[in-house]
C-alpha cells in the first residue's frame, strides 16, 4: 500500500556530509511522523532523528548539532542532512514513516534503508 525510496547514502571522508532522502508513494491519505533509524552491525537499531507532522524534531544526543531533518509535505519526502559526519556513523539508514492511508489504516512503514560508510 505505502512504499519508502531512500537514496544518498554512500561513503564519505570524516568531516564530510551527506544528504539522505526518503520518499513515500502509494496509498496515503496523510503523513504523520517521519524519522531516520540506523542500525551499525553487531547493534540494534536507534532513532537518529524524527519529525511530527507539526514540526517538532526529535535527535539522539550523538547527533544534536550535526544532522538536521526535514520534511517536504507536498513532495512526501523527508531528509535527513549529515554534517561533520564521524567514522562511528557508520550503519545502515532506514526512514520510518506513519502513514494513514486512504483505507484510513494507520501504520508504519519502513524504507529499505541505504548505506552510510564513514571512513579515511
Known amino acids: 500500500q505505502v512504499q519508502l525510496v531512500e537514496s544518498g547514502g554512500g561513503l564519505v571522508q570524516p568531516g564530510g556530509s551527506l544528504r539522505l532522502s526518503c520518499v513515500a508513494s502509494g496509498s496515503i491519505r496523510r503523513l504523520n511522523a517521519m524519522g531516520w533509524y540506523r542500525q551499525a552491525p553487531g547493534k540494534q537499531r536507534e532513532l537518529v532523528a524524527d519529525m511530527s507532522s507539526s514540526g517538532i524534531t526529535k535527535y539522539a544526543d550523538s547527533v544534536k548539532g550535526r544532522f538536521t531533518i526535514s520534511r517536504d509535505n507536498a513532495k512526501n519526502t523527508v531528509y535527513l542532512e549529515m554534517n561533520s559526519l564521524k567514522p562511528e556513523d557508520t550503519a545502515d539508514y532506514y526512514c520510518?514513516?506513519?502513514?494513514?492511508?486512504?483505507?484510513?489504516?494507520?501504520?508504519?512503514?519502513w524504507g529499505q534503508g541505504t548505506q552510510v560508510t564513514v571512513s579515511p
Open positions: 520510518k514513516v506513519s502513514v494513514l492511508t486512504r483505507t484510513a489504516i494507520l501504520g508504519d512503514y
